[in-house]
């Protein structure tokens, strides 16, 4: 088939995980597929990267995202019936390069993720495919429980409003609707009572995340966040933990090390650096990292987000604690492939009983990683978006 893909970021680098999914799923679908990709990018010099991408599709086009407080995002966000978030990548000029494109080369489906691209899609009978990567309208409305400011709330809200209006609007005009957690799909049929969801979960190339060699026995241990900090979710998470947890766990264990790895850390991040707080924003090859670390804790309280990190850690051999929202649409079971803290509190304990534990550290490291090799490989990933496709082309 000929497909036409946009996306709202560029799939490579690899730095987040909404582009190790897309870049994965490009290599297996260039397998049997013609891809067209068009592109959002941040900055000019990302434009370096196309030629990688051309390697598995017939033609890359890129677009320039607006910041979110530039003053036509902010005036668009205002003036029109979109939310922000929208408002950031609507462009008239794509959307015409789209009609044209349609008309040129006679796709025979448009894949798009995440909902917030759809606006730049011209009124077509080609099946459509949208992609949620999350629930948007529930991230944002996590974040906005804790704004203080009145009118900021105020605005947030009803921004948040649009985005919960947009979301329910788009997933009933696309032709297929794809979740990629089954508790992100029990939340869309309650949303939109009667809509078909597929469920294409992420993967993780376990031929590239290796099994690591265990440190268990290493004088020094070292506890691992990772997180890229433009998501709102991982620079909460990181305050908790270096607030909340931290404490807990030096008090009752020497020789122990907190690993913060993540691009863009903010300012409030980088001054957690101390003599055992680490703060990394330039890992090369995150699986140093996992191979360094003894354990990966990753407090995660707020909603969306891929779980890249976790799927990723399991993959290594690398032990995890998380909340149950970290945690969630993973199938994984806690005491079995990890352990569950619902409270900053929980976490310490469970972090020093996996710290202390060599029986217990040793399964959780081996059933962690047969739960990545059987149900998050990216072969069988790739195989299920195809069934999709081929489904969505014969409506």
């Not at 629930?135 to 921004?159: C, G, S």
Request: contains cysteine; aromatic residues 12%.
């Amino acid at each position: 088939m000929k497909i036409l893909m946009l996306t709202p970021y560029l799939p490579f680098p690899l730095f987040s995980g909404g582009q190790i999914r897309s870049y994965n799923l490009l290599k297996y679908l260039s397998k049997k597929h013609e891809v067209t990709l068009y592109s959002f990018i941040r900055e000019e010099k990302e434009k370096d990267y196309i030629p990688k991408l051309k390697e598995f599709c017939a033609d890359v086009q890129v677009f320039l995202k607006r910041p979110p407080w530039s003053p036509t995002s902010l005036t668009l966000s205002a003036v029109s019936v979109y939310p922000l978030v929208v408002c950031m990548y609507l462009k008239k000029d794509l959307k015409d390069k789209i009609a044209r494109a349609i008309e040129r080369e006679h796709f025979d489906l448009i894949h798009a993720e995440t909902f917030y691209v759809m606006p730049n899609i011209p009124t077509t009978k080609i099946p459509i495919i949208l992609v949620e990567q999350t629930i948007e309208y529930l991230v944002y409305q996590h974040y906005t429980e804790n704004i203080r400011f009145i009118p900021a709330k105020w605005l947030m809200n009803f921004d948040v409003t649009k985005i919960h209006y947009w979301e329910k609007k788009f997933w009933h005009q696309a032709t297929r609707v794809v979740a990629m957690s089954e508790s992100d799909r029990l939340v869309m049929h309650k949303l939109v009572p009667g809509l078909s969801v597929d469920l294409v979960p992420n993967g993780v190339d376990t031929d590239f995340f290796n099994v690591r060699k265990q440190a268990y026995s290493q004088k020094t241990k070292t506890i691992l966040f990772v997180g890229n900090f433009k998501w709102l979710q991982n620079r909460e998470a990181v305050t908790i933990l270096v607030e909340e947890i931290w404490p807990v766990i030096k008090k009752s264990l020497v020789n122990i090390k907190l690993w913060i790895v993540g691009r863009f850390p903010t300012a409030k991040i980088t001054s957690y650096s101390s003599k055992n707080i680490q703060i990394s924003s330039d890992v090369e090859d995150i699986r140093e990292a996992y191979k360094k670390s003894d354990i990966l804790l990753a407090p995660i309280y707020g909603p969306g987000g891929t779980r890249y990190k976790i799927l990723e850690a399991m993959a290594t051999g690398l032990p995890v604690v998380s909340t149950p929202t970290g945690i969630e649409g993973l199938g994984a079971k806690h005491g079995r492939e990890v352990l569950i803290g619902d409270t900053p509190s929980d976490l310490a304990y469970e972090s020093i009983r996996l710290l202390t534990n060599h029986a217990l550290y040793s399964s959780l490291a081996e059933k962690g990683r047969k739960l990545v090799e059987d149900k998050f490989n990216w072969s069988r990933i790739g195989k299920s978006l195809d069934h999709i496709y081929q489904d969505a082309k014969n409506i």
